[in-house]
């Protein structure tokens, strides 16, 4: 069964850190971007950062430049979101999403609640 986890999603003070994951089951990150996705209530949902799994190249939204940091281990399937200075802004279910470059199937994780607290 092809299936995406992310897990790390907790209640932290502003100005805290979380370190979000997504995992893969069922198929592997080859030839894939892997983002992440967050939705606050009353909100779209919005593109917050990927990562290629062809070249390693990386893009963040404005919003979270210099705050977050995407980083992968292939090896093990899993990519992670290193939330650094977390806002109450940041406040949203995350979730994980993987396309695949050659044929743009996706895949989308059920998401992780992260609530930042003021």
């Known amino acids: 069964e092809v299936q995406l986890v992310e897990s790390g999603g907790n209640l932290v003070q502003a100005g805290g850190s979380l370190r979000l994951s997504c995992s893969a089951s069922?198929?592997?990150?080859?030839?894939?971007?892997i983002g992440w996705f967050r939705q606050a209530p009353g909100k779209e949902r919005e593109g917050v950062s990927c990562i290629s799994s062809s070249d390693g190249s990386t893009y963040y939204a404005d919003s979270v430049k210099g705050r977050f940091t995407i980083s992968s281990d292939f090896a093990k399937n899993t990519v992670y979101l290193q939330m650094n200075s977390l806002k109450p802004e940041d406040t949203a279910v995350y979730y994980c999403?993987?396309?695949?470059?050659?044929?743009?199937?996706?895949?989308w994780g059920p998401g992780t609640q992260v609530t930042v607290s003021s």
């Open positions: 999403h993987a396309e695949s470059l050659a044929t743009l199937v996706d895949f």
């Open positions: 069922g198929f592997t990150f080859d030839d894939y971007t």
